[in-house]
């Protein structure tokens, strides 16, 4: 079974904020939320060596995925107006396995596609015992800091903004708002 390095919350947290200074600095000033879909098609390649396409070839229920060479997201979801904040999130979290995974999958993968893949070994990664040794678990907290970086969110919270009015702001849903909020210790 593939291992994959462990991360606290910080530390991913910390990786999302270099991606954030390095390419959208203004995400950071909190004057913007981060167009997620624009920057995987610009600067996904340069930063990771990972292609980005939105593919109608996953399989049934899958709405993202990440391997050695391409960051993938279901064509449908992309299309699927009313799940847009669904697709922001799915976006971010499938940039959390490129920017926290893509050695070791380029590694495992050996040329390989995920559609080559067993779906065994897929569960697989989902399965591993410690947290934060779990890239789902570490996708899920770099997507979060990636869309709501700690500082401009939590200054939104103070200043009394709503929770679905900040999910606005972001694109995302009000429970991913929540989860980011319970993550940073903030409720």
Request: charged share 25%; with cysteine.
């Given at each position: 079974?593939?291992?994959?390095?462990?991360?606290?919350?910080?530390?991913?947290?910390?990786?999302?904020?270099?991606?954030?200074?390095?390419?959208?600095?203004?995400?950071?000033?909190?004057d913007a939320g981060l167009n997620v879909e624009k920057f995987l098609d610009e600067s996904l390649e340069d930063a990771c060596?990972?292609?980005?396409?939105?593919?109608?070839?996953?399989?049934?229920?899958?709405?993202?995925?990440?391997?050695?060479?391409?960051?993938?997201?279901?064509?449908?979801?992309?299309?699927?107006?009313?799940?847009?904040?669904?697709?922001?999130?799915?976006?971010?979290?499938?940039?959390?396995?490129?920017?926290?995974?893509?050695?070791?999958?380029?590694?495992?993968?050996?040329?390989?596609?995920?559609?080559?893949?067993?779906?065994?070994?897929?569960?697989?990664?989902?399965?591993q015992g410690r947290l934060w040794e779990n890239p789902e678990w570490q996708a899920w907290r770099f997507a979060g800091a990636l869309l709501m970086p700690a500082e401009p969110l939590l200054k939104r919270i103070?200043?009394?903004?709503?929770?679905?009015?900040?999910?606005?702001?972001?694109?995302?849903?009000?429970?991913?708002?929540?989860?980011?909020?319970?993550?940073?210790?903030?409720?």
């Amino acid at each position: 079974m593939m291992r994959f390095r462990g991360y606290s919350g910080i530390q991913v947290d910390q990786v999302a904020y270099r991606v954030l200074e390095k390419f959208h600095p203004e995400v950071l000033d909190g004057d913007a939320g981060l167009n997620v879909e624009k920057f995987l098609d610009e600067s996904l390649e340069d930063a990771c060596g990972l292609t980005f396409n939105v593919t109608e070839s996953l399989p049934p229920g899958v709405l993202g995925c990440t391997d050695g060479k391409c960051l993938r997201v279901s064509a449908s979801l992309a299309e699927a107006k009313e799940k847009h904040d669904l697709y922001v999130s799915t976006l971010a979290h499938e940039a959390g396995h490129a920017f926290l995974h893509s050695k070791i999958l380029k590694d495992a993968a050996h040329g390989q596609r995920f559609e080559e893949q067993e779906h065994q070994s897929i569960r697989l990664y989902r399965e591993q015992g410690r947290l934060w040794e779990n890239p789902e678990w570490q996708a899920w907290r770099f997507a979060g800091a990636l869309l709501m970086p700690a500082e401009p969110l939590l200054k939104r919270i103070r200043a009394g903004q709503t929770v679905g009015r900040v999910a606005s702001f972001y694109g995302v849903s009000q429970s991913f708002v929540m989860a980011r909020l319970r993550a940073l210790k903030a409720i």
